[in-house]
């Protein structure tokens, strides 16, 4: 059974910190791109960074860019978030995915781990 559990969310203050981790099992994540999305309150999903197998051309959100950053760690299945200059509108679900094809959707998605900034 394919899984992607993520892990790491929680509350933090204006300014502060968060590490993500999302943990790949049950296939083969060979040539997989990886993504985190998030959703606010009464939002849609939207991406907030991709990277592809390889590591290379890591891209984010503008709303995100020079806070974020995104590495993988293919050795252990293993995709990751550091947020850094946290503010109240990161606040929302933040979901780990999976895109095995190489062009398309994500198909795979973790079951999200909540991230709340207080201000």
């Known amino acids: 059974q394919v899984q992607l559990v993520e892990s790491g969310g929680g509350l933090v203050q204006t300014g502060g910190s968060l590490r993500l981790s999302c943990a790949a099992s049950g296939r083969s994540f060979v040539g997989v791109a990886m993504a985190w999305f998030r959703q606010a309150p009464g939002l849609e999903r939207e991406s907030v960074a991709t990277?592809?197998?390889?590591?290379?051309?890591?891209r984010y959100a503008d709303s995100v860019k020079g806070r974020f950053t995104i590495t993988r760690d293919n050795a252990k299945n293993t995709v990751y978030l550091q947020m850094n200059s946290l503010k109240p509108e990161d606040t929302g679900v933040y979901y780990c995915a999976a895109r095995p094809s190489p062009v398309g959707a994500y198909t795979l998605w973790g079951q999200g781990t909540q991230v709340t900034v207080s201000s």
């Open positions: 990277i592809n197998w390889g590591s290379s051309n890591p």
